[in-house]
């Protein structure tokens, strides 16, 4: 099994950037697709971006394509995501997430992924 912390959120003006980190412990990274998923207040926990295992593949939700880029580093057991050009609507927790996998592919299906981080809140003002 795998163990993630999240970071890297806080306060920031619309326009601004953030990069989110998602460092992981225990089992093999790179066996993982990782994911970014967030959840604004009274709203559901929705995908954002996603990246196989080895990162050759990404994907990301129609609301922060262009804006956003998910990375991962499997040397250093850490997933990131820089967030550009943010907007008072990207404001919500954030959270990382992993599910073991063979596949090379990516997973934008909150319901596949059976790790979690803790969640980190970001919040862009106007």
């Known amino acids: 099994q795998v163990q993630l912390v999240d970071s890297g959120g806080g306060l920031v003006q619309a326009g601004g950037s953030l990069r989110l980190s998602c460092a992981a412990s225990?089992?093999?990274?790179?066996?993982?697709?990782m994911g970014w998923f967030r959840q604004a207040r009274g709203n559901e926990r929705e995908f954002v971006a996603s990246?196989?295992?080895?990162?050759?593949?990404?994907d990301y939700s129609d609301s922060v394509k262009g804006r956003f880029t998910i990375s991962r580093d499997n040397t250093l057991n850490t997933m990131y995501l820089q967030m550009n050009s943010l907007k008072p609507e990207d404001t919500a927790v954030y959270f990382c997430?992993?599910?073991?996998?063979?596949?090379?592919?990516?997973?934008?299906?909150?319901?596949?992924?059976?790790?979690w981080g803790q969640g980190t809140q970001v919040t862009v003002s106007s």
């Open positions: 997430a992993a599910k073991l996998t063979t596949s090379s592919g990516t997973f934008s299906i909150r319901s596949l992924y059976n790790y």
């Open positions: 225990g089992g093999t990274f790179s066996s993982y697709v």
């Open positions: 990246i196989s295992r080895r990162g050759g593949s990404t």
